[in-house]
């Protein structure tokens, strides 16, 4: 798989073996990173959902209460009510877009590629642990 026949020596066997342990700390610790983000996107997608939910019930509420208001202060104020819990719905929408099913899929993605890239880092280092007892 990797041309190891190339390497005549066993300090360039060390030496690689030092480059390859250092990239797979590296992505240890990207992998924890990734881990934790989507966690909490996992986790905030779900408490968006449930947010967003009770600010359409309450708009529905409100535009019930607006058909039956008189006009006056009282409508003013919930009509201003309204436009607040509109404008709090299309924050919501928007920060569900960004911590959804989707960016939760990519960061999922993200993960199981760096889990196969240190599978990878650590059949290399085996293989030039072989190859470099083999010198």
């Known amino acids: ?9 066993v300090a360039d066997c060390d030496a690689l073996i030092t480059w390859a342990e250092k990239e ?3 992505l240890a610790f ?6 934790r983000i989507t966690t909490n996107y996992s986790s ?4 968006i959902e449930a947010i967003l939910q009770g600010v359409v019930a309450e708009i529905a509420a409100v535009e019930t209460v607006l058909g039956i208001l008189p006009e006056g202060p009282t409508k003013d104020s919930e009509e201003k009510r309204k436009k607040r819990l509109e404008y709090k719905r299309f924050l ?3 920060r569900k877009e960004s911590y959804g099913s989707v960016a939760l899929l990519e960061k999922e993605l993200d993960l199981e590629r760096i889990n196969k890239e240190l599978s990878e880092v650590d059949v290399f280092i085996s293989g030039v642990a072989t190859h470099k007892t083999a010198l």
Do not use: G, Q, R
Not at 1 to 9: G, Q
Not at 44 to 47: A, F, K, L, Q
């Open 1 to 9: 798989m990797y041309s190891l026949t190339k390497i005549a020596n």
């Open 24 to 26: 797979k700390s590296d």
């Open 30 to 35: 990207k992998k924890i990173s990734v881990e």
């Open 44 to 47: 905030t997608s779900v408490e």
């Open 92 to 94: 919501l929408e928007n």
